[in-house]
Each structure stands twice: as structure tokens, then as C-alpha cells.
């Protein structure tokens, strides 16, 4: 990160956020909840689905496409499971509910899934595996997203970037936690690359020739035109095992649709047959692992540690300093944040005093 970039607290940019969601309808404690999500996010590096995602949900909500009120309804139930409808209101809110409900029917019975339609985007798949975690439980999040993948051998994205999320508790102060999209890369790089007026690495993207392309901005305006899409895991073709990502996020569309009775695929683009914009009717699945009830939890959480202990301790390559395993980078990275503070690039410099002008924010002063 350049050195003229400015770093913004944690706590200043969390207060921000909670008042821009106030700012457009949202109910204080939902408010929060969006707003923790997001700071989560950006306490963990991860710069796609925190600060830099604010101005899309105001925009949505602005737009009537995303309700800044959630009804969160329950429409089917099991002692289990359950299906919940979230009416297109907040992705965030309708996740903390959805995975709080897992986690309350694991309490009692061992498991809990709760699957969701009609939803909104959420943040960060790995913040609800984290809630798991904090109760001794293993965590599952999966969700499907706006068409931006192409099938092996196509060049047409029809899935989502799809991310799996699993997380697991551990007898160190870092926990297991992995967070990923099934595309080489996920959406949300190519907007932080576009807002850093920065190119994309070959490889990443094609065009409808399988052309690969390296201008984000193009890749992001391509996705709604069907002119641009996203590789899966493993690249294109058979020859690296593009197939095995294809496949990964099929497998998140039909947990995330099929369940539900939700909309999949190119439905969720966003844009309706008249061309205009409409809600994403997005779909989520949740999961949540009692350990205690397969095994003591200081027992489960010893093995997990030492599986990450030895895969740190395996031989290193030339060259390499040492061996990380899911999630440590981002934990270290929220002690780093909490010292440092968040950086805000210029494009994103530009958003949020859009929003703080729009709503009338005059109680922050930016130092941009």
C-alpha cells in the first residue's frame, strides 16, 4: 500500500458504517450487525467485502432493489433444519439470524442447516463459520452470487464466484478458518484492482473468444453483458483441474437453490427480462456441528491443533520463510488493523464522502 494512502480507525469506520445503514432505513440493531460484518472484513484484510462494499448497499437500498428493513420468515422447520425467506432485505442480518438458528438447533440436537432464498449479499462467507467457533462448534457457509464463472469449456459465466466457507475451533488462539470463492479469483478483487486503477494477472479472466483479459473495469462491466467471465479453480480446461472448481461451485448453486426452491444462475443476475435492474434473490447455506457431541471439545480442539501444527512443520520449499494454515494470515492481520487502522484508497475516498454528504453525516471529519 502507497505511503499517502490514509488509514482510517477501526472504530471510526464501524461508527461510520452503522450510521450510514441508519441513514437508509436500517434499524439500529440491524444496523450493527451489517456494520460488523462489513469491519470484520477489513480487520482481516479482506478488502473486496468491508469499506469498499458500503456504497453498493446504499445504492441498492436507494434503488428499492434491497430492503433496508428484513423480514426474516421462517417458512419451513424441522427440530434440525429449517428453510427461511429473507424478503430481500439485509444479507447480513438474514445470515447472523439464519446461522444463530443452526447453531441454537445444534445445541440441542447434535446439527443444525438452515438453507435461505431470496436474499441479499451477505459479506463475508467466513464470519458466520466464526460465529460456530465461539460456541465449540464446527461452522459452514455457502452461498451462490451474480453469474461471473464460466463452465469448463465455456466461456458464458453462469455460476456465482460461489465461496465456501468452514471453520473449526482449535486449541490455539487461531482458529481453523477457511474462506474462499471457487473461481480462481473472487468478484470483489477485480472492484478493489478497478477502484486501484491496477490490471488483473492473466489468467483470471476471458473474454467470449477465451481470450484472457486483464482490465478489471472491463471484466466487471463484462460479467452483465455475457462479454466476460471468471475461471474456476484450477484454470481453464481439463489439464490443471479446471473442472474440479466448476464442479465445487455447482455444488454451492444447488445448496443454495435446490433446498430453498430459490432462484439459480443467470436469475441472479440482478436484471430482469425488460432489462431493468431487480433483486439478486440470492440463496445461502448455513451449517452448524456440535462437537461435544461426537467427541469431548478440548479433545477435538488438541487434534485440530496439531493437524495445523504439523502441516506448519512440514519440509519448506527453497526460498520459503514458513507454512500457513486457513486463517492465520487474516488473524494476524486483525491485530495488525486494530493498530494501524484501515487504509482508504482513493476511489473509495470519493464513496464514503458521497455517503456522508448524501446522509448528512457532518459529525465525521475525514482526513481526505
Known amino acids: 500500500m502507497p505511503n499517502d494512502i490514509p488509514y482510517l480507525p477501526v472504530q471510526t469506520l464501524l461508527s461510520f458504517m452503522r450510521d450510514v445503514f441508519t441513514g437508509c432505513g436500517v434499524p439500529a440493531d440491524e444496523a450493527a450487525i451489517c456494520a460488523e460484518v462489513l469491519i470484520t472484513s477489513d480487520r482481516r484484510g479482506i478488502e473486496s467485502h468491508g ?131 471457487t473461481s480462481i479469483t473472487q468478484r470483489g478483487k477485480f472492484e478493489v484492482l478497478a477502484r486501484q486503477g491496477k490490471s488483473a494477472k492473466p489468467g483470471w479472466a476471458i473474454n467470449s473468444l477465451g481470450e484472457t483479459i486483464t482490465n478489471a473495469e472491463d471484466v466487471l462491466q463484462g460479467f452483465a453483458k455475457d462479454a466476460a467471465a471468471l475461471l ?58 456440535q ?17 495445523m501444527r504439523q502441516l506448519r512443520a512440514a519440509r519448506k520449499a527453497p526460498g520459503e520463510d514458513r507454512i500457513f494454515t486457513a486463517g492465520e494470515k487474516e488473524f494476524a492481520n486483525e491485530k495488525d488493523t486494530a493498530v494501524r487502522g484501515i487504509p482508504i484508497v482513493p476511489n473509495l475516498q470519493k464513496d464514503i464522502l458521497e455517503m456522508k454528504k448524501a446522509l448528512k453525516l457532518n459529525q465525521y471529519s475525514f482526513p481526505f
Open 291 to 307: 462437537v461435544e457431541a461426537f467427541c469431548p471439545l478440548d479433545d477435538f480442539k488438541h487434534t485440530t491443533g496439531e493437524i
Open 232 to 289: 474456476p479453480l484450477g484454470g481453464a480446461g481439463e489439464d490443471l483441474a479446471g473442472y474440479k472448481g466448476y464442479d465445487l461451485a455447482t455444488i454451492v448453486e444447488i445448496l443454495s437453490a435446490s433446498l430453498q426452491q430459490g432462484k439459480f444462475l443467470w436469475d441472479l443476475s440482478g436484471i430482469g427480462p425488460d432489462g431493468k435492474t431487480q433483486p439478486n434473490y440470492l440463496g445461502h447455506f448455513f451449517m452448524a456441528i
Open 51 to 181: 469499506i469498499g462494499r458500503l456504497k453498493m448497499y446504499f445504492d441498492r437500498i436507494k434503488k428499492g432493489i434491497q430492503l433496508p428493513v428484513t423480514n426474516f420468515e421462517i417458512v419451513r422447520e424441522s427440530p434440525t433444519t429449517a428453510v427461511v425467506d429473507g424478503h430481500h432485505g439485509m444479507g447480513q442480518v438474514i445470515g447472523v439470524r439464519a446461522m444463530e438458528l443452526a447453531i441454537a438447533k445444534a445445541k440441542q440436537y447434535g446439527m443444525g442447516a438452515v438453507a435461505v432464498r431470496n436474499s441479499t449479499h451477505f459479506g463475508i462467507a467466513g464470519y458466520y463459520p466464526l460465529m460456530a467457533i465461539k460456541e465449540g462448534m464446527i461452522g459452514m457457509a455457502f452461498t451462490n452470487a451474480r453469474p461471473s464463472i464460466a463452465p469448463t469449456f465455456s466461456v458464458q459465466p453462469m455460476l456465482g464466484t460461489n465461496p465456501i466457507a468452514f471453520g473449526a475451533p482449535t486449541d490455539e488462539e487461531c482458529p481453523f478458518l477457511f474462506d474462499a470463492a
